[in-house]
């Protein structure tokens, strides 16, 4: 009788790809693969009611694991085909996964536009402050100061938060968590999933061979720590001045509001259009 | 080892006392070392600290006795490789 967990990997996992993955030891893709099957699993759907599409670099990487309808498209656009999907067969439950300098660089146009379309998608990006895969270079959530190979000297550019930009561009779900609180990312990938709307997870996490190395941030498990240590709750951020939230990491559900469905309009101006009788 | 049986041995005294949802649980902690790459996680975030190395550096559980379940390590896990399982009782004398 195998445990919840193996039954999960047994189910979910696309045992003749190899493994163990590609990602290098400790790094937080593979926590957050393991959130997302316990979302899933959680949820009870079904594998072929489940499309996932990534982008390129190190989290574009995770679909081709697992056993869903997956798409592993180009640099950028996982958002792209995943509004396609959705337009084409609104009844799937549609989730972009993406890292950071896949979503807010490359791809920000398109993820700033979806946010505000309010396309009935999920969007989980993996934030780790660097371009992994490429060698390092920084990557628009890079802080201020930081080393990596394209800023040898300290980075002279200043980061953005991806959850407060989802936020502004008028997601409806936006949520944020770290790798270290694994069973937070699981309820809070459940929810976005179930929310009606864009719901944006922005998940925090460790890169400690290109990035921690180079700012002596020590590797995965001391990064973690931090994780732990830096992060505080929406419910108790509330109650700390700005100063005291200083380098700390909010965590929760930052944004939870209703706000009309585009692919549920779409319908409607199509049955408008329809009584309306004109012959365009 | 010794410390540990010390320890569960308050709970023994109480198990006939207290109803049985009060009686001590065991769990077994499995390693799969093919897809471990011994990053050290399991080791580092064990609240009982009960994950030791071998001599080439992959996990192994030192005392299962005292795992307490909380599935830490396996949730934590980024290569799938843990797996806690409740004990089940042995049928037979070389059950592992």
Redesign the interface.
């Known amino acids: 009788m195998p445990t919840p967990a193996q039954a999960i990997r047994h189910e979910y996992l696309r045992h003749n790809k190899k493994f163990p993955h590609v990602w290098c030891p400790g790094c937080g893709n593979g926590i957050v693969m393991g959130a997302l099957l316990r979302a899933i699993h959680h949820l009870e759907l079904s594998k072929d009611e489940v499309v996932l599409t990534s982008g390129i670099g190190c989290s574009g990487r995770m679909p081709t694991y697992l056993d869903f309808n997956t798409l592993h498209t180009t640099h950028g656009r996982a958002l792209t085909f995943a509004t396609g999907v959705k337009l084409a067969n609104p009844a799937l439950n549609v989730v972009a996964i993406m890292g950071d300098g896949d979503a807010t660089a490359i791809g920000g146009n398109h993820f700033i536009h979806a946010a505000r379309r309010n396309l009935n998608l999920t969007a989980i990006i993996i934030n780790n402050s660097i371009y992994g895969m490429t060698g390092g270079q920084y990557s628009p959530t890079t802080p201020f100061g930081a080393i990596s190979t394209t800023s040898v000297y300290g980075h002279i550019e200043h980061a953005f938060s991806i959850a407060e930009l989802a936020v502004t561009a008028g997601a409806s779900f936006v949520a944020r968590s770290t790798v270290y609180h694994a069973d937070l990312i699981d309820r809070l990938i459940e929810q976005a999933m179930q929310k009606r709307g864009f719901a944006v997870v922005e998940v925090i996490s460790n890169c400690h061979v290109q990035y921690g190395r180079r700012n002596k941030l020590g590797g995965a498990v001391d990064m973690l720590k931090q994780f732990k240590e830096q992060a505080v709750t929406v419910s108790r951020a509330e109650k700390l001045s700005p100063e005291e939230l200083e380098g700390k990491t909010t965590i929760g559900v930052l944004v939870d509001r209703e706000l009309p469905v585009s692919t549920e309009e779409y319908k409607k101006v199509r049955r408008r259009a329809h009584e309306s009788g004109d012959k365009v | 080892m010794g410390k540990a049986t010390k320890k569960s041995e308050p709970v023994t005294d109480t198990k006939d006392k207290t109803p049985s949802s009060r009686k001590k649980k065991y769990f077994d902690v499995s390693f799969y070392h ?8 399991c080791m ?2 064990c609240p009982q600290k009960i994950i030791g190395t071998d001599s080439k550096g992959r996990p192994v559980i030192e005392d299962a006795d005292r795992c307490v379940g909380c ?1 830490f390590c ?8 843990i ?3 409740d004990r089940k009782p042995k049928r037979r004398i070389n059950d592992v």
Do not use: L, M
């Open positions: 093919d897809w471990c790459k011994s990053c050290g996680i580092a975030f599935r396996e949730i934590h896990c980024p290569d799938f490789a797996t806690v399982s």
